[in-house]
T-cell receptor
Framework: AAGVIQSPRHLIKEKRETATLKCYPIPRHDTVYWYQQGPGQDPQFLISFYEKMQSDKGSIPDRFSAQQFSDYHSELNMSSLELGDSALYFC??????????????FGPGTRLTVL | KQEVTQIPAALSVPEGENLVLNCSFTDSAIYNLQWFRQDPGKGLTSLLLIQSSQREQTSGRLNASLDKSSGRSTLYIAASQPGDSATYLCAVITSGTYKYIFGTGTRLKVLA
């Protein structure tokens, strides 16, 4: 069965650079979520999209922005990177059309390292 | 504000033991609760999902129960194996939201 795809899997950037993380949800899933997991911490919700519209917002810095495209893939754009942005970034998808609180399926994550 | 806590934070057991991991949440108005496994530096593997109307779910050697009124869930692992060594996370979706709030995790080590 198809899973959530995230790219790249690993990314190394310098401070003050920008980064773009991509997420391809499971086919026919209409909702995408982004989570950030810092070293030794539990995942924290950043932002979510349903049918290409932002549906919920968590502790996402103003330096970050995200969107969901017409093919339902999503991109997380991160600017003016800081050392503290080094983390594992997860994308998850679900099908709200099949039930609002259906299981979220998580991708393998993108490990971002800021030097 | 929903807060999710897991006890114990770390657990080390000999192979073959049955064990229980605990998850508690402060707001009992949840839509579902999901248990995950995470290996070091790796992604999240979904283990069990319990909808708010359900009391328990089972998969193989795993059994998860949910008591919404008391704000608790337990993950029972039977006949533990060294391959079960990982961090186990519970996460809840609170009423009125669609996002998961994760617990602090239990780091399990099963000794051969």
């Amino acid at each position: 069965a198809a899973g959530v795809i995230q790219s790249p899997r690993h990314l190394i950037k310098e401070k003050r650079e920008t980064a773009t993380l991509k997420c391809y949800p499971i086919p026919r899933h209409d909702t995408v979520y982004w989570y950030q997991q810092g070293p030794g911490q539990d995942p924290q919700f950043l932002i979510s999209f349903y049918e290409k519209m932002q549906s919920d917002k968590g502790s996402i810095p103003d330096r970050f922005s995200a969107q969901q495209f017409s093919d339902y893939h999503s991109e997380l754009n991160m600017s003016s990177l800081e050392l503290g942005d080094s983390a594992l970034y997860f994308c998850a998808s679900s099908s709200r059309a099949q039930g609002a609180y259906n299981e979220q399926f998580f991708g393998p994550g993108t490990r971002l390292t800021v030097l | 504000k929903q807060e999710v806590t897991q006890i114990p934070a770390a657990l080390s057991v000999p192979e073959g033991e049955n064990l229980v991991l605990n998850c508690s949440f402060t707001d009992s108005a949840i839509y579902n609760l999901q248990w995950f496994r995470q290996d070091p530096g790796k992604g999240l593997t979904s283990l069990l999902l319990i909808q708010s109307s359900q009391r328990e779910q089972t998969s193989g050697r795993l059994n998860a129960s949910l008591d919404k009124s008391s704000g608790r869930s337990t993950l029972y692992i039977a006949a533990s194996q060294p391959g079960d060594s990982a961090t186990y996370l519970c996460a809840v979706i609170t009423s009125g939201t669609y996002k998961y709030i994760f617990g602090t995790g239990t780091r399990l080590k099963v000794l051969a």
